[in-house]
């Protein structure tokens, strides 16, 4: 069974596990996803770690960002390294000339529901190498509509990325996917984090709030006091996550 991450350090190392995992297993499109706040700015760090993961393990990586800029800065703070760095294509560059033979595995960095069609084609053009979307946010409404061509979006591409890691840090407690585990939530105790439940499939809306007061209701309202504070405590660390990155 996973240990939970105390540190937004060790989640990032327990996701690079997961992936690698995952990858072994057969699955070829895959997300990371760590929902806490402003992590999606350290997107360029993170794919850093990633691409450098894959690359020290032999395989020839391509890093790809949603747009020409971000992709430059990058090459610019990163210099010579063992991998391709490239953009998702654009209007005057499709993603087709993005992709080479050669390419063994693609990292995207914080793909936006703006990317969303052309995160689709690359994941057609990848045939059976690993596309490993770091931070998506794919999936927004406002731009992937709600009608039947947005529907038939989510079935055929959005619903099928699988979510090899995930931790999304709640009110009293978090959401942890670590593959190969079940998804899980962790409730805050003084002694830490501890295991409440287990589920097949991702605890979302409605369904996610009914189970929490569930798992939460036995606890006293001194123990809640605590949990609040053990949130802060875990938040606290992103800063000292994001300076380490920055380095």
């Known amino acids: 069974m996973n240990s939970f991450p ?42 850093l770690e990633f691409a450098q993961l894959f690359a020290s393990a032999g395989l020839q990586v391509k890093v790809m960002f949603p747009d020409t800029g971000a992709a430059a800065l990058a090459k610019r703070n990163w210099g010579e390294k063992p991998f391709a760095v490239t953009d ?14 050669e390419d063994q595995m693609f990292i995207v960095a914080c793909p936006s529901s703006v990317e969303v069609e052309r995160a689709e084609k690359l994941s057609q053009l990848a045939g059976d190498r690993p596309v490993l979307f770091l931070i998506p946010q794919l999936e927004d ?8 061509a947005a529907r038939q979006l989510r079935d055929r591409f959005i619903k099928n990325i699988y979510s090899c890691y995930y931790l999304r840090p709640l009110e009293s407690g978090a959401i942890l996917r670590c593959h190969p585990s079940l998804w899980q939530i962790w409730l805050e105790q003084e002694s830490g ?6 589920l097949t499939t991702k ?3 409605e ?18 006091s605590k949990s609040t ?5 875990f938040l606290g660390n992103l800063q000292k996550f994001l300076n380490a990155l920055s380095q």
């Open 229 to 233: 504070k053990k949130k802060v405590n």
């Open 141 to 148: 409404v406002a731009v992937v509509g709600i009608g039947l």
């Open 88 to 101: 998702m294509g654009s209007r005057f560059t499709p993603i087709e000339t993005q992709i080479a033979e």
């Open 193 to 198: 984090y501890e295991l409440a439940t287990e």
């Open 207 to 224: 369904d996610l709030e009914r189970l929490m007061i569930e798992l939460t209701n036995p606890q006293t309202a001194d123990s809640e």
């Open 6 to 47: 105390e540190t937004l350090d060790a989640a990032v190392e327990q996701a690079k596990e997961a992936a690698q995992a995952a990858i072994a297993d057969g699955y070829k499109l895959l997300q990371v996803e760590l929902v806490v706040p402003e992590i999606a700015l350290q997107s360029e760090a993170l794919a």
């Open 203 to 205: 605890p979302m809306g």
